[in-house]
């Protein structure tokens, strides 16, 4: 349901070009993001809070909670599921599944945005009740596999680790997922974990008939005490921030579904009670990803000009 060449080639040349460039000095950069840092111990009652379940359009299906998003792809080969959230998020994923008609044990691939408590701390318990395979992005299989531990700027912080969960396949950049006839390609986001994965499907918007495409944002967000400048390690996170950033600005489709880690990113609950006035699909917002992305990207840039006076650079 994905169209095989997707733009991969074209697009994939010119981010893999820019990814050498990943050597330049790094630092920090205001976002959306409270300033205290929630945990894993302490998630925010948004985090935990049910909401409904609902079809996003075609066979992509939002069922996570009121602040962590999670993403349900049903396919006759059984289902892909996107991120798996908090430990004690599971009963709430697999009630969201079961409300809308589908098998949790039909779960056959987890994937999730970045490997960060809050979307992945779930996998572990996931994996277990259903068997689906884990795919992660490379750079983050790590963290995951270490459960948070070798995280590079929450490694040493106790209450953000989680159980760990034995990646199956490690993916690369613009590299597809595919099962039962539907196909998510993987691309590679990085700066808020090394491996923050974007992911992306085509879709059938039945309303209008419409080709869209899913666009699942990982985090464009710079966390409180993230260093742009001198940061040991993760050296060349400004530079992977900026990579990310070009991979956002360069999704060419004319018709994006919105989506992202959290459903804040896209107004999740505004365009959710609109879902059935009889208008056209409120995700589809090209005009709002693309606002976002641009909003996001001015508070990186002056956060890291900010850094980089504080220290010289």
Same mark, same amino acid.
């Given at each position: 349901?994905?169209?095989?060449? !997707? ?11 820019? *990814? ?42 939002? %069922?996570?909670?009121? +602040? =962590? ?16 959230? =908090? ?7 697999? *009630? ?5 008609? !589908? ?10 945005? &970045? ?14 009740? #259903? ?30 680790? @989680? ?9 690369? +950049? ?6 039962? +006839? ?9 700066? &808020? ?10 879709? #059938? ?16 967000? %710079? ?12 050296? #060349? ?7 990310? !950033?070009?991979?956002?600005?360069? !999704? ?6 919105? =989506? +992202?880690?959290?459903?804040? @990113? ?32 001015? *508070? ?8 980089? *006076?504080?220290?010289?650079?």
């Amino acid at each position: 349901m994905f169209r095989r060449q !997707f733009i991969v080639a074209g697009l994939a040349s010119s981010l893999l070009a820019s *990814a050498k460039l990943h050597a330049v000095a790094p630092g920090q950069a205001s976002s959306d993001a409270p300033q205290v840092q929630p945990t894993n111990t302490s998630p925010p009652p948004d985090w935990v809070n049910p909401f409904p379940p609902h079809r996003v359009m075609d066979n992509l299906y939002y %069922v996570g909670s009121e +602040g =962590l998003a999670s993403y349900l792809v049903t396919t006759s080969d059984g289902n892909i599921l996107i991120n798996s959230s =908090l430990e004690q998020s599971v009963p709430l994923i697999q *009630a969201s599944i079961e409300k809308l008609g !589908f098998k949790f044990s039909d779960t056959k691939i987890l994937l999730i945005s &970045h490997a960060h408590w809050d979307h992945c701390a779930g996998s572990a318990k996931i994996i277990q009740m #259903t068997g689906a395979k884990y795919k992660v992005m490379t750079e983050d299989v790590p963290v995951v596999e270490s459960g948070g531990k070798k995280d590079f700027h929450y490694g040493n912080e106790q209450s953000t680790w @989680y159980p760990p969960a034995k990646v199956d396949r490690s993916l690369l +950049g613009a590299e597809a997922v595919r099962l039962g +006839g539907s196909t998510l390609v993987a691309w590679k986001t990085p700066g &808020h974990t090394k491996g923050c994965t974007t992911w992306a499907m085509q879709m #059938t918007d039945e309303k209008s008939g419409k080709i869209c495409h899913a666009a699942i944002v990982g985090s464009p967000n %710079v966390n409180p005490g993230y260093k742009l400048v001198n940061n040991p390690e993760y050296p #060349t996170i400004a530079s992977a921030y900026r990579h990310a !950033f070009m991979v956002w600005k360069q !999704f060419p489709w004319e018709n994006i579904v919105f =989506l +992202g880690a959290h459903g804040s @990113y896209y107004d999740m609950k505004t365009k959710y009670a609109k879902l059935n006035d009889g208008g056209e699909n409120p995700f589809i917002d090209t005009a709002g990803y693309k606002a976002y992305i641009a909003e996001r990207e001015a *508070a990186f840039e002056e956060e890291l000009k900010k850094q980089q *006076a504080a220290t010289g650079k």
